[in-house]
Structure formats: C-alpha cells, structure tokens
C-alpha cells in the first residue's frame, strides 16, 4: 500500500466520515418510521417491527456480495454502489407513501439496508488505512462518533418533521367519515416524502462527489479472501461463539429499545409524540454519546470485561424499572439503558477477537454477521407485546433476558481482556 500523505489523506477521511453520519441517520430514523408507519398503515406491533427486519436482515445477507465487490472493484466503487442502493431504497419511499403500501415501504427499506451493509463493509476498513497505521483505531474511533452524533439528531429532527402529533383510536377511525379517514391516513403516509426525497438527493450528491474525486484506491489481495473452513476453525474457538451470541442479543435489545421508545414515552411516559421523540433524540442519544466517551475513558481505569458486566448489570436493573415502573420514570429509564448500551458493541467486538490471531477475519465476519439480531428480537419483541393485548411493557422481557447473556458473557471464566477497542458501531 503506498503511503499517503496528510494532503492526500485528509479529504478522503472527511468523504468516509460523512457516510458514518448517514447511515446513522438511517438507522435511527427507524426509530420515527415504526411508530409513524403503524399509525398511517394500521399495523399492529408486530407487523411495524417488520422495519427493522427489512434491514437488518439486509446485513445479514449482503456481507459476502459486498466482499466479492470490492475484492474485484475495489473499495470507492463499493462505497458508490453503496450509496446508489441507499438512495434507491430511500426514494422507493415516495410511491410507497402515494399508495400506502407498507409491502413497498419494507422493501425500500431491505433495499436501504443491503446498501448500508455494503457501505459498512467498504468503510470501516477504508477509514482505518487513510493514514498512518498507528493512528488507524483512533481515526475509526473519531469516524464513529459522528455515527454517535445521528443517534441524537436523527430522531429528534426526523421526529418534528414527520411526525404529526395526531392519533385517533381504532373506535375513533371508524366513527370518521370514510373521506375524512382516509384523508388523515394519507396525509399522515406522506409526511415521509420530504425528509426521504431531501436524503436521497444528499446520497446522490455524496455519491457524484466519490466518483468525480480522485480517492486512493485500496484492493485487497488473496489474502483477503475468508473461505468457509477458516469459518468453522474461528468457530471452533468459544469465545468467539460466545461473541457472536453475546452480540447477536445486544444488537437485538438496542434495536428492540429503541424502536418501542416513542410508543412507550407516548402510553406509558404520558408525552404526546413529537416530546417522545425529542427525548429519544436529546435524550437517549445524548446519553449513549456520554456513554461512548466516558466508557472508553473508563477502560484505562476497569478492565473492558469488568466495565461490560457492570454496565449489563445496570442495564438490566433499568428494564426491571421500565417494565414495573409509571409515569416519566419509565422514559428515563430508557434514556439511562442509551448511557450503558452505549459501549456494549464495540466491546464484545473487540473481547471476542482478542487472541484468536489467524481467526481474526472470519471471527471479525461472524461477530458482524450476528447483529442479524436487529431483525429477529424486535419482531419477537412485537409479538409479545400482542399477545399481551398491547401491553408495551410486557414486551421488555425481550431485551432484560438479552443483558442476562451479555452479563454472563461478560462473567465467564476465559474471556480475554483488553485495554483497547478495536471498532465500534
């Protein structure tokens, strides 16, 4: 790999920051699309978890394509094919709010999650050879702390803008007149068109910039080729199963809490809609900034297991209290589990590949792989929450078993420590 200069390097890292930022975005307006959508389209809850299916099990099925493309294209046409699979996803938003047709809106969604899939994939490496390698985990580190700056914007913005602040109950909607009824419902499908449309013109503006801007290129050799026995070697190991199981399940409560959040903030909280989504924002996503900050500050002080386990442990205690609790109590709560969820990913990321040497790779892949958690738990989560005859609090049974495995990964015997993260999300 040639080595890069300051010059040389220092616009193409701000180009690969702003893709961080954008995917957050992404992702965290999903937390306004689930509530939002279950009004519009008359979901009940596990049909609206369905939005986070759509993508996350996109990530689940698009590593190994997005690693046959840049392997043979190189990593700048991954990251603008990965912008133009964005940007398709998020205008299939105009015709799905036309004809209210969730089946076009979830497809949009898989659409924008196999591209923000392949964008991860081309970026997170990119950023950490645009320099010096000694430097390489702080530029991820500060890379990512604009993907933590989405979690606050995003919902807090995208909640004022689509967002109406207009609920009727199912008897409500039924007394209405039937052109009064699907005028609101229409209205209220629409209220995605402008944010969506301003988004996708961004990601194609982003896109031209990548292709009109002279990058330099990174190609991976044979080398960088995982074939399915390294797989089952990195497998053979335990603490990367537990890894890839541990992660699987933080994925799945992170997910899981913060779809349900405005819902809960609304039922439960005792805020209209456009509150609960500001606490969301200004919120939760201000307090697992603090959280990402202040835990890697932490680790120079506590081992990364120890803080893990004491961060789980609280996590668990402040779903006991979102489950039991009433009033506001239950949305700082909420906003408490942004503080300890925080540092969780990074973690038994970084825990799971210390020591495995030549399985660094395919355990890297596997742990990636698992965050396929997003898709499973929260549908899980909806069903529950069903059955319970829309008792949103029954549904947090869901990520409270999720931090006991995080606590017990966290607990048993074996797991290597380090003093330093390797990646983040």
Same mark, same amino acid.
């Given at each position: 790999?040639?080595?890069?200069?300051?010059?040389?390097?220092?616009?193409?890292?701000?180009?690969?920051?702003?893709?961080?930022?954008?995917?957050?975005?992404?992702?965290?307006?999903? #937390?306004?699309?689930?509530?939002?959508?279950?009004?519009?389209?008359?979901?009940?809850?596990? #049909?609206?978890?369905?939005?986070?299916?759509?993508?996350?099990?996109?990530? +689940?099925?698009?590593?190994?394509?997005?690693?046959?493309?840049?392997?043979?294209?190189?990593?700048?046409?991954?990251?603008?094919? &990965? *912008?133009?699979?964005?940007?398709?996803? %998020?205008?299939?938003?105009?015709?799905?709010?036309?004809?209210? /047709?969730?089946?076009?809106?979830?497809?949009?969604?898989?659409?924008? &999650?196999?591209?923000?899939?392949?964008?991860?994939?081309?970026?997170?490496?990119?950023?950490? =050879?645009?320099?010096?390698?000694?430097?390489?985990?702080?530029?991820?580190?500060?890379?990512?702390?604009?993907?933590?700056? $989405?979690?606050?914007?995003?919902?807090?913005?995208? &909640?004022?803008?689509?967002?109406?602040?207009?609920?009727?109950?199912?008897?409500?909607?039924?007394?209405?007149?039937?052109?009064?009824?699907?005028?609101?419902?229409?209205?209220?499908?629409?209220? =995605?068109?402008?944010?969506?449309?301003?988004?996708? %013109?961004?990601?194609?503006?982003?896109? $031209?910039?990548?292709?009109?801007?002279?990058?330099?290129?990174?190609?991976?050799?044979? #080398?960088?080729?995982?074939?399915?026995?390294? +797989?089952?070697?990195?497998?053979?190991?335990?603490?990367?199963?537990?890894?890839?199981?541990?992660? +699987?399940?933080?994925?799945?409560?992170?997910?899981?809490?913060? @779809?349900?959040?405005?819902?809960?903030?609304?039922?439960?909280?005792?805020?209209?809609?456009?509150? /609960?989504?500001?606490?969301?924002?200004?919120?939760?996503?201000?307090?697992?900034?603090?959280?990402?900050?202040?835990?890697?500050?932490?680790?120079?002080?506590? @081992?990364?297991?120890?803080?893990?386990?004491?961060?789980?442990?609280?996590?668990?205690?402040?779903?006991?209290?979102?489950?039991?609790?009433?009033?506001?109590?239950?949305?700082?709560?909420?906003?408490?589990?942004? +503080?300890?969820?925080?540092?969780?990913?990074?973690?038994?990321? #970084?825990?799971?590949?210390?020591?495995?040497?030549?399985?660094?790779?395919? $355990?890297?892949?596997?742990? =990636?792989? @698992?965050?396929?958690?997003? $898709?499973?738990?929260?549908?899980?989560?909806?069903?529950?929450?069903?059955?319970?005859?829309?008792?949103?609090?029954? &549904?947090?049974?869901?990520?409270? *078993?999720?931090?006991?495995?995080?606590?017990?990964?966290?607990?048993?015997?074996?797991?290597?420590?380090?003093?330093?993260?390797?990646?983040?999300?």
């Amino acid at each position: 790999m040639p080595s890069l200069t300051s010059k040389q390097y220092r616009l193409p890292f701000i180009l690969i920051t702003s893709l961080f930022f954008l995917w957050g975005v992404a992702h965290n307006l999903d #937390s306004i699309l689930i509530p939002h959508l279950k009004k519009a389209c008359q979901l009940n809850n596990r #049909s609206s978890m369905l939005v986070d299916t759509a993508v996350f099990i996109a990530y +689940f099925l698009m590593p190994i394509p997005a690693g046959l493309i840049i392997r043979k294209w190189g990593y700048r046409i991954g990251i603008v094919c &990965g *912008l133009l699979l964005f940007a398709l996803g %998020v205008f299939l938003f105009v015709p799905a709010a036309d004809t209210r /047709a969730y089946g076009i809106f979830i497809t949009g969604l898989f659409i924008i &999650g196999s591209g923000l899939a392949l964008l991860e994939t081309a970026a997170n490496p990119y950023a950490t =050879v645009l320099g010096p390698p000694e430097s390489s985990t702080a530029r991820l580190n500060l890379a990512q702390a604009f993907n933590g700056l $989405a979690v606050m914007l995003a919902p807090a913005i995208g &909640g004022d803008i689509i967002l109406s602040g207009k609920e009727f109950t199912a008897d409500q909607l039924t007394a209405m007149p039937d052109a009064e009824r699907i005028s609101y419902l229409a209205s209220e499908a629409e209220a =995605v068109k402008l944010p969506y449309i301003i988004l996708g %013109v961004v990601l194609l503006v982003v896109a $031209a910039v990548f292709i009109r801007i002279k990058l330099p290129e990174i190609r991976e050799g044979e #080398s960088g080729k995982v074939s399915l026995k390294q +797989f089952t070697h990195a497998l053979r190991n335990k603490n990367v199963v537990w890894a890839v199981v541990a992660q +699987f399940f933080y994925v799945g409560a992170q997910v899981c809490v913060t @779809s349900i959040f405005i819902r809960t903030a609304k039922n439960i909280g005792g805020v209209d809609e456009k509150t /609960a989504a500001a606490y969301l924002g200004w919120g939760y996503g201000l307090a697992f900034m603090i959280g990402r900050f202040s835990g890697t500050a932490l680790m120079t002080k506590i @081992s990364p297991k120890k803080l893990l386990a004491i961060y789980a442990f609280m996590s668990a205690l402040l779903t006991i209290v979102a489950i039991t609790a009433t009033g506001k109590g239950v949305i700082f709560a909420l906003i408490g589990l942004g +503080f300890f969820m925080s540092i969780m990913f990074p973690t038994i990321f #970084s825990l799971g590949i210390q020591g495995v040497r030549e399985d660094t790779k395919p $355990a890297s892949s596997l742990i =990636v792989m @698992s965050i396929v958690g997003g $898709a499973i738990l929260p549908f899980i989560m909806g069903a529950i929450i069903d059955m319970a005859g829309d008792k949103i609090q029954m &549904g947090y049974f869901v990520p409270l *078993l999720c931090y006991f495995v995080i606590l017990i990964y966290s607990l048993r015997k074996g797991t290597p420590g380090t003093s330093e993260l390797k990646t983040g999300h």
